[in-house]
């Protein structure tokens, strides 16, 4: 399994031929790698209804005929846009052929603005457990720190973990290198941090806060195999 982080809280997954984008949050975004006109995708899997998460979910899915996963709140305002999609909700998960998903609980807003500058609510923030190959990944989504992320960690022992650590809007440093020790994942990634002035931070200093030096600062475009 590959997986790459490509700026902001932008995740792509390739595993048995398939690859699996989360947040696609490209034109805007300064940090990205990414071109939204040449991604390919067969799923995309969204975290919550902002707009520097859903990105250009609309224009990769129909390009690819993409399957895209998040709340159903959210799928259901996707889904009118005529693209393809797959309601969930929290503690609910699915085994689709690439893979399985689950969603779990996050602390943070969920709206999107629309050109019109109407905001649609797309219901409740989650985080994302993704399975396949015998290996878990967790992506935090947009969140603060809450205990219940020892209980993800004990329930789902996790093989890499994408935590925020931007602050102003998620967790800082502090608390999530705090999450990493509830969550006891294997290597964990800092995403959400310099793609706004208000969410600037150092990944290195979160990186030599944790307490089991498993972190691992990942450029645009570089990936890891697990």
Not at 90 to 103: A, R
Request: aromatic share 8%; charged share 20%.
């Amino acid at each position: 399994m590959r997986i790459s982080y490509h700026g902001h809280a932008v995740v792509q997954i390739q595993t048995n031929g398939k690859t699996i984008l989360i947040d696609p949050f490209i034109n805007g975004n300064g940090l990205t790698d990414l071109k939204a006109e040449e991604v390919k995708a067969d799923a995309i899997i969204l975290t919550h209804g902002h707009n520097d998460h859903v990105g250009d979910t609309v224009a990769i899915a129909k390009r690819n005929d993409s399957l895209v996963i998040a709340s159903a709140d959210l799928t259901d305002f996707l889904s009118g846009q005529g693209v393809k999609t797959h309601g969930m909700n929290i503690g609910g998960s699915y085994k689709f052929d690439f893979g399985t998903v689950k969603l779990t609980q996050a602390f943070h807003g969920s709206g999107y603005i629309t050109d019109k500058n109407e905001i649609i609510y797309c219901g409740m923030p989650t985080g994302i457990l993704f399975s396949n190959e015998g290996k878990t990944i967790y992506h935090a989504g947009d969140t603060g720190l809450f205990s219940d992320m020892k209980l993800i960690g004990e329930r789902h022992p996790i093989d890499v973990a994408f935590l925020p650590i931007g602050d102003n809007f998620t967790m800082g440093p502090e608390d999530a290198a705090f999450a990493a020790k509830l969550l006891k994942a294997k290597t964990v990634v800092p995403i959400h941090f310099n793609t706004f002035p208000p969410i600037k931070q150092d990944p290195n200093h979160f990186i030599a806060m944790l307490e089991d030096q498993n972190g691992k600062v990942l450029a645009p475009g570089e990936a890891i195999e697990i």
